[in-house]
């Protein structure tokens, strides 16, 4: 059984696996705990793959304030290109997400229902989540910007909300702090945030 998911999934069978000797239950805490505790070169392992994410995430970028896409799947290749090229990523972490306005608010947008295959307009806030996988080690990396380079008045507001959010929680991660707690100082700063949308929702009836 998975104890994030709590879903139980069967065990591998093959031919000739009665040959070999099986623990069922081994396994999993020992994956478990290989999540938690890295050695110094997975940690070196793990910030290159971040470092390269992180270059090909300012390409994108630079890709839309130059080149004007039409499509989401331009900048997923513009990604993709630039982590294999520049860093010898051959795998991504998991299905790119390039989503251009409303599509942003789709939660997992970018498969294969939802291939990334929508406009890109100047007006558009884009939500880039994507990661290169280098020797099984993945990095996860969310960005937001208006696809024009410049923010409308409303986005500069959510936008800084939620960064807002983002930096507090930055600020109380130490050893011994929980899950929750940081949960607890998101959601005072998302407080103001829906007081906000609210705001804004007002203004437009």
């Known amino acids: 059984m998975n104890?994030?998911?709590n879903e139980v999934h069967q065990p591998a069978n093959f031919e000739g696996i009665e040959k070999f000797s099986t623990a069922m239950d081994a396994?999993?805490?020992i994956l478990s705990e290989c999540r938690v505790i890295k050695s110094a070169k997975e940690l070196e392992v793990m910030r290159y793959v971040c470092k390269v994410s992180s270059h090909a995430h300012v390409e994108v970028m630079r890709h839309c304030a130059t080149a004007r896409p039409q499509r989401e799947y331009e900048l997923e290749s513009?990604?993709?290109?630039?982590?294999?090229?520049?860093?010898?990523?051959r795998h991504v972490s998991y299905t790119c997400i390039c989503a251009s306005g409303h599509h942003s608010s789709t939660l997992h947008?970018?498969?294969s229902g939802a291939p990334n295959?929508?406009?890109?307009?100047?007006?558009?806030?884009?939500?880039?989540?994507?990661?290169?996988?280098y020797h099984c080690y993945g990095a996860d990396?969310?960005?937001s910007f208006p696809a024009n380079g410049v923010f409308t008045e409303q986005q500069k507001g959510i936008y800084n909300i939620v960064l807002?959010?983002?930096?507090?929680?930055?600020?109380?991660?130490?050893?011994s702090v929980s899950w929750p707690k940081m949960h607890r100082v998101a959601g005072i700063i998302f407080f103001f945030f829906f007081q906000f949308i609210q705001t804004c929702l007002f203004n437009l009836i």
């Open 3 to 5: 104890t994030d998911s």
């Open 27 to 29: 396994l999993h805490p």
């Open 78 to 89: 513009v990604f993709l290109h630039d982590v294999y090229k520049n860093g010898g990523c």
């Open 109 to 111: 947008y970018g498969h």
């Open 117 to 133: 295959s929508g406009p890109v307009e100047g007006s558009h806030i884009l939500l880039m989540d994507m990661g290169a996988e």
């Open 141 to 143: 990396i969310t960005c």
């Open 164 to 175: 807002k959010a983002q930096l507090a929680v930055f600020h109380e991660i130490k050893p």
